[in-house]
């Protein structure tokens, strides 16, 4: 591992941010919309100093008069200057689109990121709520409204907003549950973050480009239904706006056609830049949409007959089951699995795909996939009692008391955020640590996991990373906490041959050096090997043996695990082989 890895330049956030507003203002509809629609917010704000008269003043002499040097744009049926109206509309459209986006912001996007982070119950709720309120007919509601308040246009205007929400809802709803099932969501929860926070840090700024999209498009909408309304006759009278100046140019379209052209230009003109401001940021914005992998599942309530013992171990559980619902009823996957693992002691769960390995870590971990549930008569950790604690209380144990590494080192790091960010973070929320204190821990750690330009890392992206880096980043976030248990699901599979030895070596001297009990789920015997002191071997969702390595190794009891010990050392590199692999490597560098 190298500096030399790090060679894509660090780009921060704010950057990326500037270069997709540089992008939108290169591109000609992007510049053209956001000037028409920057010009319309000029106007309206400085109308009372831009139109050249009173908007409700009458002079009876410009009845619908023409164009002219004192009166631009002309006169309308009461001889109020046009232009002055036109500008002051600008106001009153602008205010009420206004009310509309920010009530159905307020209503659609918090209830859209709950049903989508939480599911369940609180999601089959809300999207049933949103569809109900599809399904109304929108224009009656404004109307009961409209007459029951007295023509309130900013309630009217709110409603809008409320109807408009199911919009935001979805957005929000399905751009949570995608993120949600990032793998570095599951990987915040277990460095300790809570649901709020990960909310907030991770799952907010992936909704916030579409829901800016989404504005764009929904003002232009509120805009229409706003001169719609007004065109009905549903406003204060004394208040110009583009739709009732649009009615009363409709009565007189055929003898004064100016009267409805005015009105309707600046309204077309508004809602289409609206549009197209929109539509670009849509085509420069990158929406992530990840396919779904796992969710965080309830756990079953342990169904725990053993007393509250404590134990000496590091962790401990008694006959794990876990089942997953199918149609014709729930499958046993894990069958009664036992173990136990001391401090300080390292144990291998070994065996072949779909042996249970990981079914038995996330159980510990309260982290199984949805639709997954498990029961155990027991579960210690750190030696306390687990069962009958509850999932808020267990979830604290996570990035304190246990620390994980997983599989897939990239997926479980955020690609919005800066690595330093992510290490820093835990340490402020979790650890309660100044800034100070957590940048100079999370700069300690890396370069204790053998970062060498920890500076530039720090800075860097995940995609700026390579696997075995970010494999050492999420080591270094592990054991930041100081857990007494560290969890590892086959920590090198996804990398490179020679960067698997070099992790391995890492996490073996990290284990000893903080004496912490390591359980290491791996396939392969020469990892058992090289670093583990005990080995449970898995067959089918059960334990088949049981031993120390050396007896393992020398003397295994069953024929299963001979063929897994003679298939991983025939078809996989042991550490030493890997070793010599990395060594010519360096050697020929
Ligand atoms: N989400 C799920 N729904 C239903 N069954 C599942 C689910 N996840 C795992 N299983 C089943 O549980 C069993 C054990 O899976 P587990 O992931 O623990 O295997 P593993 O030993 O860790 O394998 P691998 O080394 O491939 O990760 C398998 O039969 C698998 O099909």
Redesign the pocket.
């Known amino acids: 591992m190298s500096a030399a890895a790090l060679s894509v330049e660090t780009e921060p956030r704010e950057t990326r941010r500037a270069s997709i507003f540089r992008r939108f203002v290169r591109t000609p509809s992007g510049l053209v919309s956001l000037a028409i629609v920057v010009a319309i917010v000029f106007v309206a704000v400085l109308a009372p100093w831009l139109a050249p008269y009173d908007p409700n003043f009458v002079d009876l002499a410009n009845t619908k008069a023409p164009p002219s040097a004192a009166h631009l744009l002309g006169g309308d049926t009461s001889g109020r200057d046009i232009l002055s109206r036109l500008i002051w509309g600008a106001r009153t459209t602008l205010v009420g689109a206004l009310v509309t986006i920010v009530t159905a912001l307020a209503v659609g996007v918090p209830a859209g990121v709950a049903s989508g982070y939480f599911g369940g119950r609180l999601d089959r709720g809300s999207s049933w709520v949103s569809d109900a309120l599809q399904a109304v007919p929108g224009m009656i509601i404004l109307l009961v409204v409209a007459s029951g308040t007295r023509s309130n246009f900013g309630l009217i205007m709110a409603t809008v907003g409320i109807l408009l929400a199911p919009g935001y809802f979805r957005i929000a709803r399905s751009t949570a549950l995608t993120i949600r099932n990032e793998p570095f969501i599951d990987a915040a929860w277990v460095s300790g973050l809570t649901h709020p926070r990960i909310i907030v840090r991770h799952v907010l700024p992936g909704v916030y480009a579409p829901i800016i999209i989404q504005t764009a498009l929904a003002a232009g909408i509120a805009m229409g239904i706003q001169a719609g309304l007004q065109f009905l006759g549903i406003g204060v009278a004394n208040v110009p706006s583009w739709g009732a100046m649009m009615a009363e140019g409709f009565r007189y379209m055929l003898a004064s056609p100016l009267l409805l052209l005015w009105p309707s230009l600046v309204l077309g003109v508004t809602i289409a830049a609206l549009a197209v401001m929109g539509s670009t940021l849509a085509d420069l914005v990158r929406v992530r949409t990840v396919a779904p992998r796992?969710t965080v599942a309830q756990a079953n309530a342990a169904t725990a007959s053993a007393a509250a013992l404590e134990y000496s171990s590091a962790v401990r559980i008694d006959n794990l089951k876990v089942s997953?619902g199918a149609e014709t009823g729930d499958i046993e996957?894990v069958h009664g699995v036992s173990l136990e693992v001391a401090p300080g002691e390292v144990l291998g769960i070994v065996?072949e795909?779909?042996?249970?390995?990981?079914?038995?870590v996330f159980s510990i971990l309260d982290l199984l996939?949805a639709?997954?549930a498990c029961t155990f008569d027991g579960l210690w950790i750190g030696g306390k009692p687990i069962h009958g604690m509850t999932r808020r209380e267990r979830a604290r144990l996570l990035g304190t008391q246990i620390g994980y590494i997983p599989q897939e080192p990239m997926s479980n790091l955020d690609p919005s955020y800066t690595i330093g960010h992510q290490l820093v973070e835990p340490l402020r929320s979790v650890h309660r640590k100044s800034r100070t204190e957590a940048r100079s821990i999370a700069r300690a750690m890396l370069a204790r996991v053998g970062i060498a330009d920890v500076d530039r890392v720090m800075r860097a992206y995940p995609h700026q990373i390579s696997g075995g880096m970010a494999q050492r980043v999420l080591i270094a976030g592990a054991i930041a906490g100081r857990p007494s248990l560290l969890i590892a699901d086959?920590p090198t599979t996804a990398l490179d041959v020679t960067v698997q030895a070099e992790v391995l070596e890492l996490l073996r001297e990290l284990q000893s050096e903080l004496g912490m009990a390591l359980v290491l789920?791996t396939?392969n015997f020469g990892v058992v090997a090289d670093i583990c002191d005990r080995v449970v071997v898995?067959r089918n969702?059960a334990i088949v043996e049981v031993n120390d390595v050396r007896s393992v190794f020398s003397a295994p009891q069953q024929g299963y695990t001979r063929e897994l010990i003679s298939a991983s050392l025939d078809n996989s590199e042991t550490r030493r082989e890997l070793d010599a692999i990395h060594a010519a490597a360096s050697r020929e560098a």
């Open positions: 796992r997953y996957v065996g795909s779909g042996s249970g390995k990981s079914q038995t996939p639709g997954g086959e789920v396939h898995m969702g």
